[in-house]
């Protein structure tokens, strides 16, 4: 089954690039798979891909484009910065790296991969970012696991607003906070651990909301992603779970459907606390 990549919403950044709402995250996909996961999910139809220095696997991500044949104009591809490269200088060397192993000329959004507030230099990381985007090197600039208090900095001391902030985000810790503040602000919520690492996915709930739409528990809390307008990047390498992730595109979850999930909110986390973690 391959799916129509127009099937895939794309929504606006702030600074008018697009970027397809759905795509495939390669965390802990191992090096010397990740080329044939990139090809199989371009098949499958998956035009973003979301890697990152620190996954060392961005060699296989170019590869896997280069050998889809597809045009590298369709394909929307996100690196984020190694937690030691932070820092002005680093941070546009350290592109340049990932720019030399994924083989492209430039990328469509670097993000910071996370604030380590204990460091203080997150804000001397994104004026660099900001020079990568003049240059072309990124087509958009964004940040990764960065809380309130590390945005509002930003905004005092730069002139960008991040396009985009990919935080942990599933049923269990839905950061509803956090959210208002991107969309008062213009900045676009990625979801990573979209779910939880399949934590949620044995709530009786679920099951019953994926009997109702004929539909695995996996693929309903993927489109109640969607439908709150989060990107969205479940990782696999399994070309037919590949497949079943990207088939939510012919259903919709009703507002009471989305009301259920709402009520699953716990507020807990499966990854680091970004205020706490530093690498």
Do not use: C
């Not at 072309?136 to 960065?146: H, L």
């Not at 909301?209 to 969205?232: D, F, S, Y």
Request: hydrophobic fraction near 40%; charged fraction near 25%; glycine fraction near 8%.
């Amino acid at each position: 089954m391959t799916i129509e990549t127009n099937r895939v919403p794309q929504l606006e950044l702030n600074n008018g690039v697009r970027i397809p709402q759905f795509g495939l995250g390669v965390f802990q996909i191992p090096p010397d798979e990740t080329a044939a996961a990139v090809r199989e999910a371009l098949e499958a139809g998956y035009r973003h891909l979301d890697t990152a220095q620190m996954y060392r696997n961005e060699e296989g991500v170019g590869a896997g484009i280069r050998d889809s044949g597809v045009p590298r104009e369709e394909i929307f591809v996100t690196t984020k910065l190694a937690n030691d490269a932070q820092g002005h200088d680093n941070a546009i060397n350290a592109l340049e790296g990932s720019l030399q192993r994924l083989e492209l000329d430039y990328v469509d959004l670097y993000l910071i991969h996370w604030p380590l507030p204990k460091q203080d230099r997150y804000v001397a990381t994104w004026h660099g970012f900001e020079e990568l985007l003049r240059a072309g090197k990124a087509r958009a600039i964004g940040v990764s696991n960065f809380q309130i208090p590390h945005l509002e900095r930003l905004a005092a001391e730069s002139a960008t607003v991040p396009a985009v902030n990919q935080i942990e985000l599933h049923p269990a810790l839905q950061q509803p906070e956090l959210r208002a503040y991107h969309e008062a602000h213009g900045i676009v919520t990625e979801a990573w651990s979209p779910l939880a690492q399949g934590e949620v996915l044995e709530d009786p709930l679920l099951a019953e909301l994926a009997e109702k739409h004929g539909k695995t528990p996996a693929q309903i809390v993927l489109r109640w992603h969607i439908q709150l307008g989060n990107v969205v990047f479940p990782k696999s390498s399994s070309p037919k779970r590949m497949r079943e992730n990207i088939d939510i595109f012919d259903f919709s979850l009703s507002d009471g459907d989305l009301d259920v999930l709402s009520g699953l909110d716990e507020g807990r986390r499966t990854g680091f606390d970004p205020d706490t973690f530093e690498g």
